[in-house]
């Protein structure tokens, strides 16, 4: 069974600061890596990808992978408290379309 | 509109009574996935289908069954509902190339009572 770790938080920030959420896996197999964002009582939204080692950049959001030491990171510069919410890692369950398997989630605060 | 919808928003039901959970897609994709959401257990997966002849059990299918009536259409049904399966229901599609990136519906908040 995969397994995908994430620190439940809540993990505070200041307004304009770097927030750096992480996950780890428990499969060394596992190729690609997903964080999704969820608002508080809304549904996960697919905010970054990631599908090889180092990082990737969309705006204010870099994904960083390292499987060698199997974890996954997002960082999230100039925080705006519009990013708080929840942020949920995935990986895919199995070797083909079956699915994600999805870590519990950190809980993200930044505060003006 | 909204790309996936879901029906309904909110159930309130009692323990044995049969529930059906209704997903629709106009994204016109081929994968669908029921997911459940629990406090302190994150999503889990419930069952997912490739096309209306492809369905596949997830993680937690045990006491749920599915059907894919259409490409755009897939439901959820609790046979006979209990209190543990109360939770937040997420249904979500994927597209053939990109399967793993995600689109996910409203949510249903089921209560069984």
């Known amino acids: 069974q995969k397994e995908v770790e994430q620190n439940s938080g809540p993990l505070s920030v200041p307004e304009g600061a770097i927030a750096s959420l992480n996950c780890t896996y428990s499969?060394?197999?596992?190729?690609?890596f997903f964080w999704y964002r969820q608002y508080s009582g809304k549904s996960p939204e697919l905010i970054m990808s990631i599908y090889s080692n180092g990082d990737k950049e969309d705006g204010r959001f870099t994904a960083q992978l390292n499987k060698a030491s199997q974890y996954v990171s997002l960082l999230i510069r100039d925080s705006q408290p519009s990013d708080s919410a929840t942020y949920l890692c995935?990986?895919?369950?199995?070797?083909?379309?079956?699915?994600?398997?999805f870590g519990k989630g950190t809980h993200l605060i930044i505060q003006p | 509109d909204a790309d996936v919808t879901q029906t309904p928003r909110n159930r309130i039901t009692k323990t044995g009574k049969r529930i059906m959970l209704e997903c629709s897609q106009t994204k016109g994709h081929d994968r669908m996935y029921w997911y459940r959401q629990d406090p302190g257990l994150g999503l889990r997966l419930i069952y997912y289908?490739?096309?209306?002849?492809?369905?596949n059990k997830g993680e937690i299918s045990d006491g749920y069954s599915v059907s894919r009536q259409a490409q755009a259409k897939f439901s959820l049904s609790l046979e006979s509902a209990i209190p543990n399966q109360t939770a937040l229901y997420f249904c979500a599609t994927s597209d053939l190339e990109s399967y793993n990136e995600q689109f996910f519906g409203p949510g249903t908040r089921l209560t069984v009572l």
């Open positions: 995935a990986s895919p369950s199995g070797g083909g379309a079956d699915g994600l398997t």
């Open positions: 499969d060394r197999g596992s190729q690609s």
């Open positions: 289908s490739f096309d209306v002849k492809d369905i």
